[in-house]
């Protein structure tokens, strides 16, 4: 399932984070742990233990070795999480030790509507309630237009850019300049081998969130590759 792929990739290079579904994560972990890449959840629960039968949470995670965890992704709102039980979700990945890859990002419907800005600064703010300024600079966040995914309509590199800024700038009025200049923004939607690399001509885009391109051995090394040349 991972085969070559740690071949494709120079340690040192690149941080290099998989996130496999939950039945593949020991498999990746085993596989990877000599390499340079990393790896990380999905999703993770709220609680580190309890009687939640079918989920898993984050401290689990941390049991297996993992080291980061996707967390708001935009198919786990469409299906009813909030900023609220991300915000929940985040809070108990920092205390099991996981680095959050958060997602956020705006609806077609939001966007057209001119609302871009203001649904990002509603989102964030609930997500990040409550959090130290020391844990915020450590998450990362990835700018996920919805209209962009899995649509091959990827936002483009001027405009993802705009929205990188705009998040280091909510970030900087909230959390203060060392959180601002510490916390990493990462770009995702409909990203590829021809224009991942597009995206990381200017330093406030730490990096990548990528999705279908990820699921072709392949192609996810031409990205990796492209990107650091």
């Not at 330093?203 to 040349?229: D, M, Q, W, Y």
Request: aromatic share 6%; with cysteine; net charge positive.
């Amino acid at each position: 399932m991972f085969g070559g792929l740690e071949q494709g990739i120079k340690r040192g290079k690149a941080e290099v984070v998989v996130c496999p579904p939950f039945v593949y994560l020991q498999e990746a972990i085993v596989q990877f742990k000599s390499s340079a890449i990393k790896v990380g959840g999905q999703d993770c629960f709220w609680e580190q233990e309890g009687a939640f039968t079918g989920q898993v949470s984050a401290k689990m995670l941390k049991s297996l070795g993992a080291g980061f965890v996707i967390l708001g992704h935009s198919e786990k709102v469409a299906l009813g999480e909030t900023p609220e039980i991300t915000n929940q979700k985040i809070k108990a990945s920092l205390e099991a030790g996981l680095r959050p890859i958060i997602c956020l990002g705006e609806t077609e419907l939001e966007r057209k509507a001119g609302r871009t800005f203001q649904v990002l600064e509603q989102k964030l703010q609930a997500i990040l309630k409550g959090l130290r300024k020391s844990d915020i600079a450590k998450l990362l966040i990835a700018y996920e237009p919805v209209w962009a995914i899995g649509t091959g309509n990827n936002c483009s590199a001027d405009d993802a850019l705009t929205m990188a800024l705009f998040i280091k700038k909510l970030v900087l009025s909230w959390a203060g300049q060392q959180a601002s200049q510490q916390i990493k923004i990462l770009y995702g939607g409909s990203v590829d081998s021809r224009n991942a690399s597009n995206y990381l001509q200017h330093p406030v885009l730490a990096g990548l969130l990528v999705g279908g391109a990820s699921l072709n051995i392949k192609e996810f090394t031409r990205l990796v590759k492209n990107a650091i040349e």
